[in-house]
């Protein structure tokens, strides 16, 4: 018997969070091992008019083909790919991992490659996704590998991931409705912000966002959600930061990651764990040591690190920096083949600024 709190996910990825009209093409791209979450969304999907395409893929191609493939393969962009980004109208992608660690050992130039590479499809898919062409969510079905990562049983983290969607609940889009509201308030106050200044341990970090739009994460793109982001002006960067919690790109977690920028730009980045990671991403293309993207986590659901970008940015009283590609929506006009969001916990002495006034202060909203 399905848990009903899969139905009642892919009832919200499929009426909420895409809100999928008749007759739109859906690509579902997942594992096998998200098997019920995928059958309920094809169902979804079906019940809504729309035309669900499977892409279900098997354990240990992403490391195989690292391993063993050419840097001409690797480089290659395959033309269904292409296809793809153009004609799909909606995509839903459900992480479900056998193994977290399965990109550990692979070779950071071979990512960096591959992710210039594939620059331009990225691209392309941000600027349909800008003009309401496509509409895409990311989300996670809970695996053991997930849970071990979170250091928690199964059931346990199940019951963690369900929580902060809420489709526990027994009427999980009238609360993502709520939480749009609340945070449509605070958007409109940021969005008459000209300069946010941050300070906790370690860090001291400016930034300019006048002109550019801060935007309300309420569960649309990524599920669950949880955040208020923005692209800031790019060269206005300066400063430092510490990241409080690992960062992760491609399963290899970086961890105490230090940077400092002038300009906009990262001048000195350094890392306790895994810092030939960090500077073979710095370097992969011109736009890597920008800043994409700046956020604040609002998602107070979510409490505890568990190595999942997707729950790690929402934590509630972080805020987070995203190296690389600016997201269209916000206005931000950074170029690069990577995004690579890393946390800053805020709630333990943390104060944010809004033109030079305390709006923020131990991971809570003032306003």
């Given amino acids: 018997m399905t848990d009903p709190r899969v139905s009642s996910l892919a009832r919200v990825l499929i009426r909420y969070c895409l809100d999928l009209q008749p007759g739109k093409e859906l690509q579902i791209n997942s594992t096998y091992l998200a098997e019920p979450l995928i059958r309920e969304v094809y169902r979804e999907a079906l019940l809504a008019g729309a035309y669900p395409v ?49 990109g550990s050992g692979l070779d950071p130039r071979k990512l ?27 989300t996670l079905f809970p695996t053991n590998a997930a849970a071990q990562d ?12 369900y929580g902060a969607m809420l489709v526990d609940k027994p009427d999980p889009i009238a609360e993502w409705r709520r939480i749009s509201a609340e945070q449509e308030r605070l958007v409109k106050f940021l969005n008459e912000v000209k300069t946010v200044e941050v300070k906790t341990r370690d860090t001291h970090l400016t930034f300019r966002c006048e002109g550019r739009k801060w935007v309300n994460c309420d569960g649309k793109m990524n599920f669950p959600d949880g955040e208020v982001f923005t692209g800031p002006i790019e060269d ?19 961890e105490d990651v230090r940077l400092r920028f002038e300009k906009g730009k990262v001048v000195e980045a350094h890392a306790g764990k895994g810092e030939d990671l960090l500077q073979t991403m710095l370097d992969s293309d011109a736009g890597a040591r920008f800043t994409g993207e700046t956020a604040f986590g609002t998602n107070y659901g979510i409490q ?20 690389g ?25 943390g104060e944010v600024f809004a033109d030079g006034k305390l709006m923020h202060k131990d991971g809570k909203f003032l306003i």
């Fill in 150 to 161: 979170a250091e928690m049983a199964l059931d346990d983290y199940e019951d963690f991931v």
């Fill in 304 to 323: 505890r690190f568990t190595k999942n970008t997707l729950f790690d940015e929402k934590i509630g009283g972080t805020m987070h920096l995203a190296l």
């Fill in 236 to 254: 206005s960067v300066e400063g430092s930061i510490r990241f409080s919690f690992p960062a992760i790109y491609a399963g290899r977690e970086v």
């Fill in 112 to 138: 960096a490659l591959s992710a210039s590479s594939h620059r331009a499809l990225m691209e392309r898919m941000m600027e349909r996704e800008a003009k309401g062409e496509f509409k895409w969510v990311g």
């Fill in 54 to 102: 499977p892409r279900v893929s098997i354990s240990g191609l992403g490391p195989l083909f690292y391993r063993l493939a050419s840097d001409e393969q690797i480089s290659h962009v395959s033309e269904l790919d292409r296809f793809e980004t153009e004609k799909i109208d909606a995509a839903i992608g459900i992480g479900a991992a056998w193994n977290t660690k399965a």
């Fill in 325 to 349: 590609a600016s997201l269209p929506e916000s206005g931000g006009k950074n170029k690069s083949a990577i995004h690579w969001d890393m946390v800053c916990d805020l709630r333990q002495g």
